[in-house]
């Protein structure tokens, strides 16, 4: 089967995807795209977190037919955006860096989109805003006090340049 969606603002077009295949595997294995991990392929623990028509979905449980004529924003499509220039990382990115939420780094891909997903609906969020959004991502390094400092930062420096 062949699958036409857009990824990241460019339409896409994967061919002989067989069925039961996943979104993640097509990001990742066809269209070279490695930022959305895979950790357990079951839904479990947001490391492919990804943007299907704008609503944060775990890839690994999307069948790629699914994704036909829709809209994916991957962790690679989030430099250059919230106001950054192109290629530049965006606050949510930069945010995480500097609040050091990022040590292995596995679960940071999801974390951020799950993350700029929030703040887009949610500017200002609260500590628990920012508990549920993040609740269906794991993290076995930071503890993830490291990763509220980060999103709490991203929300502050959004708010100081609006
Ligand atoms: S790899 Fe998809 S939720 Fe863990
Ligand atoms: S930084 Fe290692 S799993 Fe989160």
Redesign the pocket.
Known sequence: MRVNFTVNGRPQEADDVWEGESLLYVLRERLGLPGSKNACEQGECG?CTVRLDGVPVCACLVAAGQAEGREVVTVEGLAGRSGAAEGELSVVQRAFVDAG????????PG?LVAADDLLERVPQPSDADIREALSGN?????GYEK?LDAVRLAAARTGEAG
Request: charged share 5%; glycine share 6%; aromatic share 6%.
């Open positions: 490391s939420a990022v040590q292995c780094g596995f679960c940071t974390l794991l993290c076995r390094c930071t990763i």
